[in-house]
Nanobody
Framework: QVQLVESGGGSVRPGGSLSLSCAASGSPRAADPMAWYRQAPGKEREEVATAISGISWYADAVKGRFSVFRDYGKNTISLQMNRLKPEDTATYYC??????????WGQGTQVTVSS
């Protein structure tokens, strides 16, 4: 019943910035975690940032550079990415976990950081 759509990906030089957004259909609860994951070619998918009930968590690799904002009323989550590095290159996915129903994933948006 839930659909998620990411947007905002693109190509940027090292040190640049990008902002990703994800819109979720339905009415997820604040207690339902929403998160950003990323997956680079040949690598495992990894969690980047999570927002739940007003609390945010960041992976060590992005702390101080990325900021997550979740609008619990509009059912959106964004990821502001600053001082991007080549190792940030990946497909970024939005995820919503709904208790009793499971996990829902967006289609992904590509972020490429290169000189």
């Amino acid at each position: 019943q839930v659909q998620l759509v990411e947007s905002g990906g693109g190509s940027v030089r090292p040190g640049g910035s990008l902002s990703l957004s994800c819109a979720a259909s339905g009415s997820p609860r604040a207690a339902d975690p929403m998160a950003w994951y990323r997956q680079a070619p040949g690598k495992e998918r990894e969690e980047v940032a999570t927002a739940i009930s007003g609390i945010s968590w960041y992976a060590d690799a992005v702390k101080g550079r990325f900021s997550v904002f979740r609008d619990y009323g509009k059912n959106t989550i964004s990821l502001q990415m600053n001082r991007l590095k080549p190792e940030d290159t990946a497909t970024y996915y939005c995820k919503l976990s709904v208790s009793g129903k499971g996990d829902y994933w967006g289609q992904g948006t590509q972020v490429t950081v290169s000189s």
